[in-house]
Nanobody, 112 residues
Framework: QVQLVESGGGLVQPGGSLRLSCVAS????????MNWYRQAPGKERELVAY????????NYADSVKGRFTISRDNAKNTMYLQMNSLQPEDTGVYYC?????WGQGTQVTVSA
C-alpha cells in the first residue's frame, strides 16, 4: 500500500535550518507531482511547496519563497524540503502529500 514517511523535524532557534525528508513507497514515485503542506496550531492546513514529477518545476507559498527549497530524488523515492532562515511562524506539523495520500507529519518548532 502507499506509504509516505516524513522525518527531519525538530526544535530549532529562529534563523536556523532544518531539512525534511519524505520517503515514498507503494506507488511509482517518479510519475507523480508531490507537495509539502503544513498546519500551524489553530490554523488550516496550507500548501507550502510543489514539485513536478521530474523535479523540473517547483512552486512555493509566498511566505516561504527564498527561504525554502523543495527537491526530490526519484532514484531514492524521496522528496526533501530544505528550510532556512526559520521563523516562529513556520512552526507546525509538516506533511508530505502525493495524489490521494498523506504522510503522518513531522513537527517543526521554531522557538528561542
Amino acid at each position: 500500500q502507499v506509504q509516505l514517511v516524513e522525518s527531519g523535524g525538530g526544535l530549532v532557534q529562529p534563523g536556523g535550518s532544518l531539512r525534511l525528508s519524505c520517503v515514498a513507497s507503494g506507488f511509482t514515485f517518479s510519475r507523480f507531482a508531490m507537495n509539502w503542506y503544513r498546519q500551524a496550531p489553530g490554523k488550516e492546513r496550507e500548501l507550502v511547496a510543489y514539485i513536478s514529477s521530474t523535479g523540473g518545476s517547483t512552486n512555493y507559498a509566498d511566505s516561504v519563497k527564498g527561504r525554502f527549497t523543495i527537491s526530490r530524488d526519484n532514484a531514492k523515492n524521496t522528496m526533501y524540503l530544505q528550510m532556512n532562515s526559520l521563523q516562529p511562524e513556520d512552526t507546525g506539523v509538516y506533511y508530505c502529500k502525493s495524489p490521494g495520500y498523506w504522510g503522518q507529519g513531522t513537527q517543526v518548532t521554531v522557538s528561542a
